[in-house]
């Protein structure tokens, strides 16, 4: 029973333990939540790195939807445009088919006459005007035409006809080029051309 006595008496003093072990649990507290903010804010940086991806594509997106759009509407005014020439082109010709039916037509005829060629000009069977093939035959047929009241605006058809077997090719040839440079100067003029040879 002495012994029983004695063991009773004996205190362990636990305070520092207590001290270690609080400082150990605040220590591994602070550490989880160091690594938690710093888990956090790598995370936080994908987002907004993913985010700005995101954001970047919806605009390369928009970017191209608009230069798409941009280019259909590119697309459908010039086919528009080129419907509405098209219309106009269908109009004139009408008016000249109609004029040429009524017997408005512009007469560009060449023949051989004294060694050389010479073209005559009329319309509506009028009086025919001659006119040399010479250098200014592009100036006397845009005289002869604006003669007749046509101007750059006017619709018309002329037929150039000529004899294959008399004419010289040469002329035939110079007449074409000419005719061709004075369809610049008029809008709406056609020219059909007729071989007469039998």
Do not use: C
Not at 92 to 108: E, H, I, P, R, W
Not at 150 to 155: R, T, V
């Amino acid at each position: 029973m002495n012994g029983f006595r004695k063991n009773k008496g004996i205190i362990i003093e636990l305070t520092s333990l207590l001290d270690i072990i609080l400082i150990m649990l605040f220590w591994l507290m602070m550490n989880i939540s160091n690594s938690a903010s710093e888990i956090e804010k790598k995370a936080q940086e994908k987002i907004d790195r993913a985010n700005a991806k995101v954001q970047q594509a919806q605009v390369d997106a928009d970017k191209k939807v608009s230069e798409a759009q941009d280019d259909a509407k590119k697309q459908i005014d010039k086919i528009n445009e080129q419907n509405k020439q098209m219309r106009q082109d269908n109009v004139n010709m009408q008016n000249a088919l109609d004029g040429f039916s009524n017997g408005k037509m512009v007469t560009v005829e060449m023949k051989y006459q004294d060694s050389h060629d010479v073209i005559y000009v009329s319309q509506n069977g009028s009086s025919p005007e001659a006119i040399a093939v010479d250098d200014k035959l592009s100036e006397n047929l845009s005289r002869a035409l604006n003669s007749y009241g046509l101007d750059k605006d006017s619709i018309i058809l002329a037929a150039f006809m000529y004899d294959g077997d008399t004419v010289l090719y040469r002329d035939v040839n110079t007449v074409q080029n000419v005719l061709g440079s004075i369809k610049g100067n008029y809008k709406n003029i056609y020219f059909t051309q007729i071989n007469t040879t039998k």
